[in-house]
């Protein structure tokens, strides 16, 4: 039986990894909003550390 080749999948997660890096800047260079991100103004909870619906002290 042969034996798994990690190197080579590693590489490869790498390269995909790399790839979509290099897919989201052109996307940024090109004015496009990304896919998963909001366009809302408000901050978001995770942004800030306290809820949205809460007004900062």
Do not use: F, H, I, V
Not at 29 to 51: R, V
């Amino acid at each position: 039986m042969a034996t798994p080749n990690y190197s080579y999948e590693k590489r490869q997660k790498e390269l995909a990894k790399k790839r979509k890096k290099e897919d989201k800047l052109k996307r940024k260079a090109e004015g496009k909003p990304d896919d998963e991100s909001e366009t809302s103004d408000a901050p978001d909870e995770s942004e800030t550390g306290l809820p949205a619906s809460d007004p900062a002290p």
